[in-house]
């Protein structure tokens, strides 16, 4: 089966392990990986020529990070349990969360549910960093987020557009080819409208990604011609709004 561009990266840069205690499954997860570091590199890169957000690439920060938002945060996406934490190797131990990966063929439903909690988020504050639609799962009990590791309470508008555009960037990476011939407008449109929904300044945020700051980077990381199709989406939003 062949793999897209960013399943094969997520797959390479993998840096958690599985076990089993007493029929429970566990994840066991080293942020002193050097393949796992990998991700973080390409990520900067991509960052570092307009500084949009302040990642961390330190494992013990990007550690204290994701614990920290894992245990604090109350009103973002489901979580799993974080069970031990070793600051100095640096490592966890948490849960297992059984479901489905977030993808471009994930229900309609999911895409306005992950947008809905993503507005959760930036309304308590928090900002993630790392949004790509690998870090979350849903299943019978709601949408998840697994990965955190660039998450800070330290939210502004910028940061904020940085996750949506994260977001869609690797959405539409992932559902290229059927979203060229399909409604790809309809599936952004679901996603925006459950961020509105929950997040209150959700306006200056969308007005963020349509600033000349933002404008060159959804034309570089979202791929063609889905980059135009999703900035034409935000300016209807825009002119609604006011």
């Not at 308590?124 to 709601?142: H, Q, R, S």
Request: aromatic letters at 16%; proline letters at 4%; one cysteine or more.
């Amino acid at each position: 089966m062949k793999q897209n561009p960013l399943e094969f990266l997520d797959t390479f840069v993998k840096q958690s392990r599985f076990f089993i205690v007493d029929n429970n499954m566990y994840v066991l997860k080293e942020y002193a990986s050097e393949i796992g570091l990998l991700k973080w590199y390409i990520i900067m890169v991509s960052n570092f020529a307009v500084g949009i957000y302040p990642f961390k690439l330190d494992p013990k920060e990007r550690l204290i990070r994701e614990v920290e938002f894992m245990r604090k945060s109350t009103k973002c996406f489901k979580k799993p349990e974080v069970l031990i934490v070793d600051y100095t190797k640096p490592k966890i131990v948490r849960s297992f969360v059984k479901g489905e990966v977030y993808s471009y063929d994930s229900p309609i439903n999911i895409h306005y549910e992950i947008g809905k909690c993503l507005g959760f988020c930036h309304e308590e504050g928090w900002v993630l960093g790392d949004t790509k639609i690998t870090n979350f799962v849903y299943n019978e009990k709601g949408l998840f987020i697994v990965d955190a590791e660039q998450a800070i309470r330290e939210y502004n508008e910028k940061y904020a557009a940085w996750d949506i555009l994260v977001l869609i960037s690797t959405l539409s990476m992932d559902g290229y080819l059927k979203a060229v011939k399909s409604d790809y407008s309809r599936i952004v449109d679901f996603i925006l409208r459950g961020y509105i929904d929950t997040h209150r300044e959700s306006a200056d945020v969308i007005k963020m990604l349509r600033s000349n700051e933002f404008k060159p980077l959804i034309l570089l990381l979202i791929p063609f011609p889905l980059n135009y199709v999703f900035y034409k989406k935000i300016g209807e939003y825009v002119e609604h709004i006011y």
